[in-house]
């Protein structure tokens, strides 16, 4: 028995035995890392891998108003799919604002991962929605660009930051 900075009596740790990663464990590992590095940005084994699987698939896609398919889509529609997709739920094909009308309102401090970001890029009078993206973590969100079709975006660029217009969690 050794003393502790406490004075308690624990026994003394002779040795460790480490085993080797289990198959699956090293498989994991390595969907991580392709993940990282394919999306560039950190992904780690708490964050929801099929959303980040998800995104990897539809990385790239062109963007195509009306559209909701791996051969081109627009910004609801590669919502449409996420959801139904990832979180199993059918938020049904409709606009930017449609969707917006679907979600109770959030704070942009309190985004989650899977919460909705939306944008007023056309500056519809009103302030109706023109444009919707998926937070993943860490300032980032995901959505179908005109220009670049589906890419990974931070809210802290300049464009997003001008053009927020608010945040919200999916109503079930």
């Known amino acids: 028995m050794g003393t502790t900075s406490c004075r308690v009596h624990k026994p003394a740790v002779v040795g460790r035995v480490c085993l080797p990663p289990s198959p699956l464990e090293l498989e994991v590992e390595e969907r991580i890392e392709d993940l990282s ?28 108003y009306g559209a909701y398919s791996k051969a081109g889509t627009d910004c609801s529609g590669f919502v449409y799919h996420l959801y139904k997709d990832v979180y199993g739920i059918d938020v049904t094909r409709t606009s930017a604002q449609g969707l917006r009308e679907k979600c109770r309102a ?6 989650k991962e899977g919460d909705l970001v939306f944008f007023n890029i056309r500056n ?21 660009a005109t220009r670049s079709g589906v890419t990974i975006s931070r809210m802290s660029d300049g464009y997003y930051t001008r053009y927020y217009l608010s945040s919200g969690r999916i109503l079930e």
């Not at 590095?37 to 195509?64: A, C, G, M, S």
């Not at 959030?106 to 985004?111: H, P, Q, V």
């Open 37 to 64: 590095l394919e999306l560039k940005t950190p992904v780690t084994i708490e964050d929801n891998l099929t959303l980040y699987e998800f995104v990897k698939d539809w990385l790239r896609v062109p963007y195509r």
């Open 106 to 111: 959030i704070d942009k401090t309190e985004l």
């Open 124 to 144: 519809r009078r009103g302030g109706a929605a023109s444009h919707v993206g998926v937070y993943l973590k860490n300032g980032l969100f995901v959505h179908a």
